[in-house]
């Protein structure tokens, strides 16, 4: 465990570089950053400083849940981080009630943006919360993205980077909830309105607007949405040639964003017109051409100018006139002077880059005016993200300015971090010792001096009659100030250093190395002359925004104004004030490439930045005295098993004792180890290393005992446990199986009983004795009697026999039986067997015990024809010829033998009956011989013995009537029912004799039939009747 702990520490280098050993060593520091980057480690301390690397990728190091683990935690308690630095000035502004400040620096591309919104966010989350309060928060969290749109452009090094250093001071009240805010601007690069070099951008704000996707906006400000078409943004290789690196910028969505932070830090609907119309117009005054001639200078696109001067709200002939002229004051009297084409170029460029810069500064104003809270009990934490030290192949008048702003800072920080040193060592009671450092005074004093300082040589320089140009402005540096050791020029300098500098430049020797500067447009830059018609252009606007940025106090005011690096210079004392009034922190954001790439760590560019950050000389500062000090009871708790005196307490004394004990058991000495009033000091990270290794060791013997212990402790523990378990449920299942066993015998010979007084009472009305017996009973009949004997068949008439208390059950459930077969029979039925049962049960009713010959013909079905398949056809064209009024459909048709009215001679013929008719055909010829009405039909008589006769009887007709038809049948019983039911449809037609009938004859005419018993069945002639002989 101790070799993995040591191992760990080797591969992801220390967290404070005031441990690192080699502490003088360059490489060592940049070496132990790329350690802590390659593991995903961006953050690192200096002491009290934070280092931070920059991972161009998201960590997840931000989220809601990490800002309530760093909240009210001891600083070094977790490992580095922006959230440590941040709440450390939260918390000390609360319990002290002092100001404090966060600087945040570094180069562009290496995070300052990133940290200070990070350091606002957590400062929004961990202080208090109400309705009023979460506006506060949202208006101060909107001011970045705001100031980002018009203060932000994209570089060569970093697509969101910072063109203007900013000072934020957030002021919280007595419950440490924010309550307000001011933010103070420094130097915006306003020459990247009008220039920028190649593979950079403009501000952010004029690709916002142009990509906003706004029809509205863009036909307000006649703008066609395209980049190329204004020079402004398309005079150099802009983001469309950065294609092949990361680009992170997405204008339609932030522009999206700039609206919001526009409405939440309460910017009414008429200003932010107005400042659109300023960017719209800006765009426009790019595209104004200007060409010179004999008669002095022209604008080629006049409409262009007069979109420009409707835009700014200015009159169209006074804005031209404004770009074409100037007016000087001779005597006392303004003379109007026209520009010649170099002098219109500046004045158009220089009205551009004035009127955004003053439209930026306004944007902060107004920001202040909404953040601004009229209290004087409030205290504050500044946020300082401004510029690091920059070094190009190019440096010139901004270089110079933001090199000589980290000077300055560079002397705050010196001072402030000493200070702090011998605030702690005082507060201590420990001796403090003079630390020999590196006092950039001297170079301050070479910049700034009031008499021999190089702005002073400018201003001089700018303010003096005659001609004036930068090789002027450098011969006065080098007669002034040549002989100082921190300034180098060609002509003082020595043969190899003339090989490195051009006749034109002059190098500085800053307290981070050497850099050489350019004095071109240093003049120019530093008068940032913009000409008296210009301002009076913009004073007579009708934008509101634009009257007030140039006041016309400003044109009144002869006096001339204060160059560009005094008022640089002012800014940077009154900053300084500032710092020095508060309680500094400190962030240092690192940049590891050039390329945004998450995996590349350039070593040289990172020493580069260590040098000009000044880290090293922080460092060295920070380990001059005692590298490491934490207070008492941390180190006593820590260290305290390294001795047995303190482990695993100490109770004879004081913790300050007992850390003494420990560092006297290490063989410290009194050099190498102080104890203060309430914190000890360690002078060198190798007592710290040699006694975090015995720890480790330490803590592997003693992990090792007390697991021996503890295992043997629970191990014992457990046994008993076990032991104790096992005995009790031994016990109490011992028990519960005797009593279950009693139970089931009680239980058994409950039910015995029952059943035998059940089955002497299962006679009896049911009661408490018999009722489980009769249910028994009942069961033991339905499931195994009843159920595998019902019947299956409808005429399956059978019925197991049953209990004599399952009688009223059994009668009813044999009736719901015989229901549910005869309903499944019915619903089985076909048409054709449906109707064959309903002539059936006609014929059952009919003829059953009144003809002998009933029973024989119940099993044989009824059929409608009972004619030859050769004679059907024939049959049934016959009927269709005679059907004149009704249907021809047969009902029913067979052979027949008629016997005649006079004689009865029988005769073959066949019967065919339909609804309507009911004919006699003759088979060898199919000739009709008789054909009667059904409903003419009066009676269908029949004998009750087994023959085959039948008598139609029809009712008389009169003249024509050939009497009653006297017929034999094999099927007398089917020719009967059917004729009947289907064609006459009256059962009640048939009659039956069993004696002597008569019949009628032709003329009123009777004959007699006369019904005999006897064998053979016979229909014969005899005398003047018909006998008809069954059995």
């Given at each position: 465990m101790a070799a993995e702990a040591l191992a760990a520490r080797d591969k992801i280098g220390v967290q404070d570089f005031v441990l690192l050993e080699d502490f003088r060593s360059l490489d060592a520091f940049g070496e132990n950053l790329k350690k802590r980057f390659n593991e995903k480690l961006i953050y690192t301390y200096i002491g009290p400083v934070l280092v931070s690397v920059n991972p161009y990728r998201d960590l997840k190091l931000y989220t809601t849940e990490l800002c309530s683990e760093y909240r009210a935690v001891e600083f070094f308690k977790l490992p580095p981080h922006v959230f440590a630095i941040a709440d450390t000035a939260y918390f000390a502004m609360r319990s002290d009630r002092r100001d404090q400040c966060i600087l945040v620096s570094g180069e562009s591309g290496a995070g300052k943006t990133e940290a200070t919104k990070q350091i606002l966010k957590y400062l929004a989350v961990v202080s208090e919360n109400s309705r009023e309060v979460g506006k506060i928060k949202d208006q101060l969290l909107q001011s970045n993205p705001l100031l980002e749109a018009f203060g932000n452009a994209t570089t060569t090094r970093n697509d969101n980077s910072s063109r203007f250093g900013k000072y934020m001071d957030v002021q919280f009240d007595f419950h440490g909830a924010p309550v307000g805010g001011h933010i103070l601007n420094y130097l915006l690069e306003k020459s990247r309105v009008v220039q920028q070099s190649l593979g950079e951008r403009n501000f952010h704000i004029f690709y916002q607007v142009l990509d906003s996707g706004d029809a509205a906006l863009l036909q307000r400000l006649s703008l066609t949405g395209k980049v190329d078409d204004y020079r402004y943004v398309a005079s150099t290789a802009?983001?469309?040639?950065?294609?092949?690196?990361?680009?992170?910028?997405?204008?339609?969505?932030?522009?999206?964003?700039?609206?919001?932070?526009?409405?939440?830090?309460?910017?009414?609907?008429?200003?932010?017109?107005?400042?659109?119309?300023?960017?719209?117009?800006?765009?426009?005054?790019?595209?104004?051409?200007?060409?010179?001639?004999?008669?002095?200078?022209?604008?080629?696109?006049?409409?262009?100018?007069?979109?420009?001067?409707?835009?700014?709200?200015?009159?169209?002939?006074?804005f031209k006139s404004a770009m074409l002229n100037k007016t000087i004051l001779v005597s006392g009297d303004k003379v109007a002077s026209p520009l010649n084409l170099e002098e219109a170029v500046y004045s158009r460029d220089a009205m551009s880059k004035a009127i955004y810069e003053r439209l930026f500064s306004w944007l902060v104003c107004h920001v202040n005016r909404t953040?601004?809270?009229?209290?004087?009990?409030?205290?504050?934490?500044?946020?300082?993200?401004?510029?690091?030290?920059?070094?190009?192949?190019?440096?010139?008048?901004?270089?110079?300015?933001?090199?000589?702003?980290?000077?300055?800072?560079?002397?705050?920080?010196?001072?402030?971090?000493?200070?702090?040193?011998?605030?702690?060592?005082?507060?201590?009671?420990?001796?403090?010792?003079?630390?020999?450092?590196?006092?950039?005074?001297?170079?301050?004093?070479?910049?700034?001096?009031?008499?021999?300082?190089?702005?002073?040589?400018?201003?001089?320089?700018?303010?003096?009659?005659?001609?004036?140009?930068?090789?002027?402005?450098?011969?006065?540096?080098?007669?002034?100030?040549?002989?100082?050791?921190?300034?180098?020029?060609?002509?003082?300098?020595?043969?190899?250093?003339?090989?490195?500098?051009?006749?034109?430049?002059?190098?500085?020797?800053?307290?981070?190395?050497?850099v050489t500067y350019n004095v071109k447009g240093f003049i120019e830059k530093n008068n940032d002359l913009l000409f008296r018609d210009i301002k009076e252009a913009m004073q007579s606007s009708s934008n509101s925004i634009l009257c007030e940025i140039f006041p016309k106090a400003e044109v009144l005011d002869k006096k001339r104004p204060l160059t560009a690096g005094t008022q640089?210079?002012?800014?940077?004392?009154?900053?300084?004030?500032?710092?020095?009034?508060?309680?500094?922190?400190?962030?240092?954001?690192?940049?590891?490439?050039?390329?945004?790439?998450?995996?590349?760590?350039?070593?040289?560019?990172?020493?580069?930045?260590?040098?000009?950050?000044?880290?090293?000389?922080?460092?060295?500062?920070?380990?001059?005295?005692?590298?490491?000090?934490?207070?008492?009871?941390?180190?006593?708790?820590?260290?305290?098993?390294?001795?047995?005196?303190t482990w695993p307490s100490y109770k004879a004394g004081t913790p300050a004792q007992a850390c003494q004990i420990i560092a006297d058991k290490m063989g410290w000495n009194s050099t190498d180890f102080k104890v203060g009033k309430t914190k000890v000091f360690i002078r060198n990270p190798k007592q710290l290393y040699e006694i975090e290794d015995k720890l480790a060791h330490r803590k592997v013997e003693l992990a090792t005992l007390l697991q021996a212990q503890t295992r043997k402790v629970l191990a014992r523990k457990h046994f008993m446990r076990v032991r104790a378990a096992v005995t009790i449920f031994s016990k109490n299942w011992k028990r519960l199986v005797a009593r279950r066993l009693r139970q089931r015998r009680r239980n058994a010979a409950d039910e015995i009983i029952?059943?035998?007084?059940?089955?002497?009472?299962?006679?009896?009305?049911?009661?408490?004795?018999?009722?489980?017996?009769?249910?028994?009973?009942?069961?033991?009949?339905?499931?195994?009697?009843?159920?595998?004997?019902?019947?299956?068949?409808?005429?399956?008439?059978?019925?197991p026999e049953c209990p004599l208390v399952c009688q009223e059950a059994s009668a009813q459930l044999r009736a719901l039986h015989q229901r549910k077969l005869v309903r499944h029979y019915v619903r089985s039925l076909t048409a054709e067997r449906k109707q064959q049962l309903t002539w059936k049960l006609t014929c059952r009713d009919t003829f059953k015990d009144k003809k002998s010959v009933y029973s024989s013909t119940v099993p044989t079905p009824f059929s409608q024809s009972r004619i030859e398949d050769a004679l059907t056809q024939r049959v049934h064209d016959v009927v269709g010829k005679t059907a004149t009024d009704g249907p021809s459909d047969i009902v029913y048709a067979t052979h027949v033998v008629k016997y005649d009215r006079h004689g009865y001679k029988?005769?073959?013929?066949?019967?065919?009956a339909t609804a309507s008719s009911v004919l006699l055909m003759d088979p060898k010829n199919m000739a009709v011989k008789e054909q009667h009405s059904p409903s003419n039909i009066k009676s269908l008589t029949v004998t009750s013995l087994s023959d085959g006769f039948v008598m139609i009887g029809f009712n008389a007709?009169?003249?024509?009537?050939?009497?009653?038809?006297?017929?034999?049948?094999?099927?007398?019983?089917?020719?009967?029912?059917?004729?009947?039911?289907?064609?006459?449809?009256?059962?009640?037609?048939?009659?039956?004799?069993?004696?002597?009938?008569?019949?009628?004859?032709?003329?009123?005419?009777?004959?007699?039939?006369?019904?005999?018993?006897?064998?053979?069945?016979?229909?014969?002639?005899?005398?003047?009747?018909?006998?008809?002989?069954?059995?």
């Open positions: 802009n983001h469309k040639e950065r294609s092949e690196t990361v680009f992170t910028i997405k204008d339609k969505e932030q522009y999206k964003e700039t609206m919001d932070a526009l409405r939440v830090l309460a910017f009414s609907t008429k200003h932010i017109e107005e400042i659109f119309n300023i960017v719209g117009a800006i765009l426009h005054l790019g595209n104004v051409d200007l060409s010179g001639s004999e008669s002095g200078v022209v604008i080629d696109n006049a409409d262009k100018a007069e979109l420009v001067g409707k835009l700014l709200g200015s009159s169209g002939a006074q953040l601004e809270v009229k209290r004087s009990d409030t205290a504050v934490i500044g946020l300082l993200d401004i510029y690091g030290f920059e070094v190009f192949q190019v440096n010139g008048f901004e270089q110079f300015c933001i090199n000589y702003c980290n000077e300055k800072l560079q002397q705050i920080f010196i001072e402030l971090t000493l200070k702090l040193e011998q605030e702690e060592y005082s507060k201590e009671g420990i001796e403090w010792e003079q630390i020999d450092y590196f006092n950039n005074k001297i170079i301050l004093d070479l910049i700034e001096d009031k008499s021999k300082g190089i702005v002073s040589f400018l201003d001089e320089e700018c303010t003096r009659p005659g001609t004036v140009t930068d090789a002027s402005f450098l011969d006065k540096m080098v007669s002034g100030i040549g002989a100082h050791d921190h300034f180098v020029c060609f002509e003082l300098a020595d043969r190899e250093a003339k090989k490195t500098i051009e006749r034109d430049e002059f190098r500085l020797v800053h307290y981070a190395g050497d640089f210079k002012n800014s940077l004392n009154k900053l300084a004030d500032i710092l020095k009034s508060k309680v500094p922190s400190y962030v240092r954001c690192v940049k590891p490439n050039n390329k945004k790439s998450p995996v590349i760590f350039d070593d040289e560019l990172v020493h580069h930045q260590v040098k000009y950050l000044g880290l090293m000389e922080n460092l060295r500062v920070r380990r001059a005295g005692f590298a490491y000090r934490r207070d008492y009871n941390y180190f006593y708790q820590r260290y305290k098993c390294l001795c047995t005196e029952k059943f035998i007084k059940g089955f002497i009472m299962r006679n009896q009305p049911p009661n408490e004795f018999n009722k489980q017996f009769v249910r028994i009973v009942r069961h033991q009949w339905l499931v195994h009697c009843l159920k595998p004997a019902l019947p299956k068949d409808v005429l399956d008439k059978s019925w029988p005769r073959p013929r066949i019967l065919a007709l009169g003249k024509g009537d050939k009497g009653d038809l006297l017929l034999s049948s094999e099927h007398v019983i089917e020719l009967a029912t059917l004729l009947a039911s289907s064609s006459c449809n009256n059962m009640d037609v048939v009659t039956f004799a069993s004696d002597e009938f008569n019949h009628s004859l032709p003329a009123n005419k009777q004959g007699t039939v006369r019904v005999k018993s006897g064998a053979p069945v016979s229909i014969l002639k005899e005398g003047n009747a018909l006998v008809v002989t069954g059995e």
